[in-house]
């Protein structure tokens, strides 16, 4: 990746959390950057909220980019959540916040957007190490990316919550309650990317604006991480599996999945979280030897990950979704994945039948913008609610003792 420095501080502006650009009335644009536990890049997306005549908050996306990692980006950052040195967690700490300012640049200038119409950027950054009940650290240095962009930036999301005694994830749900809510209806807003996670969202009807009281939220397990990881290893070629492609020419080792199901995580109750510190590469290495070691050809371990994926979400809603969930609404980039969308729909229709409720698959993309933008949006939108001073974390999902407003906030001068 390259970095794009800019001189931004010729004529420093105020603090966004005192000026009229945080005004809910007049609304504000900020920048929101993600870079996931996939490993494939980041997304930066530039977002206008403003608050309509009800008082909820409404965003509009104004641009959406995705910075692909490079070969040696991916694979210093997967070595590093491995066996790490102090020395190389803090050069990926600088690198990781040039990569994300460069990303935050790229989404003002698709956007026609200077320093001085966007409010703030809120990165999320990386994902390092996420131990739930202790702690959790995404690296990408907010100085580093408020020096390029000359925007303040609030970083650090998920540590106060984890503080509170939560579990710092997932996050994503208080963006789904306050923006993608269905009008009448129950909402399952299932997110596919590296990690796998769900909001049960109430209808609008239901909750006043802002009340995310009866929201629940949990990780449902892996997304893409194992899909990728076993692609990778038997086409190392290839970051993913483009298009479902090779799950679409294997066929699933039943055996496999019904194992794999028996982790003590998807008998947990929620809230819980996960990550790359349960789906490791010595994971992916032990469920690709299974697979192996039951005669899978290439595409078949590919499918058995793609199965299993799937299954893995539908168990969770068996055990722990009672609501009448009328759509599950896919997003991230597995919702990309024709293969796994195709599997998840086969597996969510035998649990909607058992509970006696037809649940449709919805795209996230055919109800409101691409998918893939969701996360970094949610984050615009955490960075929105610290700007005006108001919580970010959704407690029910997360397990915290109470709201807490999220983010540490680096100026821009």
Known sequence: MTTAHSNPHNNPHSDPRSDSRSDSRRGAVLVGLMSGTSLDGISAAAVRFHHDAGGRIVATLLSFVQRAYSADARRRLEAAMRDGSAREYCRLHVDVGDWLADAALTAM???ALTRHDVAAIASHGHTMWHEPGHSTWQIGDAARVAEHTGCAVIADFRARDVAAG???APLVPMADARLFAHPTEWRALQNLGGIGNVSIVPPLTL?????VQTVRAFDTGPGVVIIDGVTRAVRPELPYDRGGALATAGTPIAAVVEAMLQAPFFAATPPK?????????EYIDGFLRQCQSAGARDEDVVATATEFTARSIADQYARFVHEPIKEAVLSGGGAKNPALVKAIRRALATTSLSKGVSTRVM???DLFFDGEAKEAV???????LHLTGRSGNV???TGACGPRTLGHYTPAI
Request: net charge negative; aromatic share 16%; charged share 20%.
């Open 378 to 384: 949610a984050f615009a939108l955490m960075g929105y």
């Open 363 to 365: 795209l996230f993309d």
């Open 207 to 211: 909750v006043p604006p802002g009340d």
């Open 395 to 397: 407690p029910g999902a």
């Open 273 to 281: 979280s996960t990550g790359r510190e349960w789906f490791t590469r």
């Open 166 to 168: 939560g579990q710092g």
């Open 109 to 111: 200038n698709e956007a």
